[in-house]
């Protein structure tokens, strides 16, 4: 059989072409692949002419997956020998087809976009959906390397891991740097939602965040004048950021605070079930290992500190003179050890 060079050309095009766009390569693979060359420019599409079998081996006595009708189109995967594509259907399916030009009619397609990659800055969770409330599919760490898919909202990106699982992230700048290879991605549009009734208010809850990160640094006093923000203990703190941010004042001490929270909104007992911007209630400190906390009755331990939950095991407080004041940390063992009950301030 004489091949034309369209046909000729797919071997040489192919595997590098297809890496990223299929997530074949790793994120460090996908840079290498996607370097200047006509393989990493150019996809190839097989456009289906007459209608014809998808085998599972390219081999007539391979056995038929489906068959491909005239107009289809295929991504070619590979040029498997003179006679085969092994090729990837608009379903997924992968299989093999006749590479014969009364089958099939190979064509170019335009480049794909480059490819935005990130290093992860710190330990953060990768989850199903982008909310801190969805299922955690796993931890990425300190210069894991990940391709951005898409940037979901403010908060989140969507991306790749190597080993190939796709999650969402924080798009925080603690947590993740991108890479300067392309642009930062564009949010995707998504349809203006219907709006419905919701007991949560995040742009309200986002500015109590963001009143307390412009607090970062400032000196801790316990017992702090409530009449001024030159320092702050615990609950002075707490109270002042939901003051600026929506006017709303809360009870001077943590205790009241937490009464407060319990008579106003729903509470949880597990740090699983808090959400972005739910305040913290904790018990003394009695030791760093769980032993410490055995047979301690903590519905009835008495509160001592407060602080705010800011999603994927950080949280937002103040606590001594010589943490250096307003601050944030991760949920040490400690921390959750003395974890008593959260929940919102604002529903």
């Known amino acids: 059989m004489i091949r034309s060079h369209k046909q000729l050309a797919a071997s040489v095009l192919i595997s590098a072409s297809l890496a990223i766009s299929w997530g074949v390569f790793s994120p460090q693979q996908a840079f290498a ?22 085998r599972t081996s390219p081999s007539t ?13 295929v991504v070619i995967l590979e040029q498997t020998n003179s006679y085969w594509y092994k090729v990837r259907t608009a379903d997924g399916d992968v299989g093999y087809t006749s590479s014969g030009e009364k089958y099939i009619n190979v064509i ?21 959906t982008p909310s801190t409330s969805g299922k955690v599919l796993g931890y990425l760490y300190k210069e894991d390397p990940v391709v951005i898919l ?20 924080s798009s925080s700048d603690q947590f ?12 995707t549009p998504v349809p203006t939602p219907v709006p419905t009734p919701t007991p949560a208010q995040p742009a309200v809850i986002e500015k109590v965040i963001a009143a307390g990160m412009g607090y970062l640094g400032t000196p801790y006093e316990y017992g702090s004048s409530r009449t ?14 939901f003051m600026d941010a929506a006017n709303l004042k809360l009870p001077a001490d943590s205790r009241q605070q937490g009464t407060w929270v319990q008579e106003k909104s729903t509470t949880v007992t597990d740090i699983s079930g808090l959400k972005r911007g739910d305040l913290m209630f904790f018990m003394d400190y009695q030791g760093s290992s769980d032993a410490a906390y055995a047979g301690i009755d903590k519905s009835t331990a008495r509160i001592s500190h407060v602080a705010m939950y800011l999603g994927d095991g950080k949280i937002l407080h103040t606590y001594s003179v010589s943490s250096g004041g307003v601050r944030v940390d991760n949920l040490s063992a400690s921390w959750m050890n003395r974890f008593l009950y959260g929940g919102p301030v604002i529903r």
């Open 108 to 128: 170019s397609a335009p480049a794909p976009a480059p490819v935005q990659t990130a290093v992860i800055l710190s330990t953060v969770r990768l989850r199903e």
């Open 176 to 187: 993740i740097k991108l890479d300067g290879a392309a642009a930062t991605p564009v949010p």
């Open 228 to 241: 001024n923000t030159s320092t702050f203990d615990c609950s002075d703190f707490i109270r002042q950021i």
């Open 150 to 169: 898409e940037e979901t909202n403010s908060y989140w990106y969507r991306v790749q891991t190597t080993n190939g699982t796709i999650g969402y992230t």
């Open 33 to 54: 692949a996607s370097s200047p060359s006509v393989a990493a420019s150019t996809t190839l599409t097989g456009v289906i002419q007459s209608s014809v079998r998808l």
């Open 61 to 73: 006595s391979g056995s038929v997956l489906k068959y491909l009708s005239e107009g289809d189109q």
